[in-house]
């Protein structure tokens, strides 16, 4: 027998992710939500911001010589400035242009001022969820389904 742990309450309260996630961000949402359930709302917050900023990092169009529409390499490492122009160019869903100043005030407060509270860390993960579920889980549902119904529709060979 090998006894790799043991299970304790951050087993039990966590939250599980979204589906259809990369390795990378589940990985991190993962540990955002082992801190939240121990009461480690700082590191919480900072993971949850990490999160975000490794799932919209991709979002962004290739650097083109000459091109003004691009985001500039400051947008591009600062997730307070890269949210915002994804919002303004439609590539993130206006309606959750509200509840992402959270992630940039509380995720700089939990990694800068340690000053998180519980109810933050909330607002941190109802918007992560959201949108995750919006970029990931959402579209691969849809292709799952698109694939069901193409297998379906196929000649069967007799």
Do not use: Q
Not at 76 to 85: K, Y
Not at 119 to 133: H, K, P
Request: negative net charge; contains cysteine; charged residues 30%.
């Amino acid at each position: 027998m090998s006894i790799d742990g043991y299970v304790s309450i951050k087993d039990v309260a966590a939250e599980a992710p979204p589906e259809h996630l990369p390795e990378s961000i589940d990985a991190v949402f993962r540990e955002a939500v082992t801190c939240k359930s121990v009461g480690c709302y700082n590191a919480s917050a900072t993971m949850f911001r990490l999160c975000l900023d490794l799932a919209t990092r991709d979002k962004l169009p290739p650097i083109v010589a000459g091109e003004t529409a691009v985001p500039n390499y400051k947008t591009r490492r600062d997730l307070g400035l890269r949210l915002p122009w994804l919002f303004d160019n439609n590539i993130l869903p206006e309606d959750l242009r509200d509840l992402s100043h959270a992630v940039k005030e509380d995720g700089n407060d939990g990694a800068h001022a340690g000053t998180i509270t519980a109810e933050e860390v909330d607002d941190l993960l109802d918007f992560t969820i959201t949108l995750l579920e919006r970029m990931f889980t959402e579209p691969a549902r849809v292709n799952l389904a698109r694939e069901r119904r193409e297998a379906r529709r196929k000649p069967s060979a007799s």
